[in-house]
């Protein structure tokens, strides 16, 4: 620490910024949320150089630095990997706690696919089996699935 600093108090000061926006989401990114807005099919993409499966779809592969062009439909179901129980409530969630978030591998894919977990999450561990449940009106959006279940 800096000589100086021991004498500084550490002063904060408390503000609230809203700064709406909205962007596209790509060409890629436009397909994978229709096709949960319209079909509620999830899709992804994969490489043709090591195969792997992402979802969300990606347009490059990071790995192997080259285009992806193939897509495939993977299950709305999965195992999860990874989880952490939100009991904090923040503006910036995407719904109110408790719920969980977790990293969910679909069959079919190589990757891990982060969404929402809100019931039973006192029996979420990692290892069990989930599946999406899709909301009924759809709008174009990752929330288009509501939520995974248990299953
Ligand atoms: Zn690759």
Redesign the pocket.
Known sequence: MAEWLKDVEPLTLKGRIAVPYSWWVGDTGSRFLMSLRDDRKILGTK??????VFVPPRKN????F?D?EEWVEVAAEGVIEAHTIVHYAYPVQPVKPPFAYALIKLDGTDVGFLHLIKKDLDKIKNGLRVKAKFKEERTGSILDIDSFELI
């Open positions: 490489c043709p150089s090591c195969g792997t592969c990071g790995r192997c080259v992806i």
